[in-house]
């Protein structure tokens, strides 16, 4: 049973940051491909960032390239999102996923159904 964890989120003005950590149960972490989500209200759940298992390639967003960045500590099996010069529109539940799979293409990374493990989520607001 893999559990997914995350921790950090909160309240921050427009332009301010915060980390987000997402710890995962298991013995095979490192072998993770490790992705972050968000839900808005009243909207779908969208890609945010991703992680491969392998030699660490990330992907992100448009919407937050340049101001998210995504880590992992394999031997604490943790994942990290930091989030700088947030926007009122970053305001949205944050869920981390994770995925013992292979994908075959770039674009697999991007689809919550690839990903089989999810935590419960936590909230980021962003006050204007």
């Known amino acids: 049973q893999v559990q997914v964890v995350e921790t950090g989120g909160g309240l921050v003005q427009t332009g301010g940051s915060l980390r987000l950590s997402c710890t995962v149960s298991g013995r095979s972490f490192s072998n993770y491909a490790m992705g972050w989500f968000r839900q808005a209200a009243g909207k779908e759940r969208e890609f945010v960032t991703t992680m491969r298992s392998s030699g660490g390639t990330t992907h992100y967003a448009d919407s937050v390239s340049g101001r998210f960045t995504i880590s992992r500590d394999n031997a604490k099996k943790t994942v990290f999102l930091q989030m700088n010069s947030l926007k009122p529109e970053d305001t949205a539940k944050y869920y981390c996923?994770?995925?013992?799979?292979?994908?075959?293409?770039?674009?697999?990374?991007?689809?919550?159904?690839?990903?089989?493990?999810w935590g419960q989520g936590t909230q980021v607001t962003v006050s204007s």
């Open positions: 996923a994770a995925s013992s799979r292979t994908f075959d293409l770039t674009d697999d990374y991007y689809h919550a159904a690839n990903y089989p493990y």
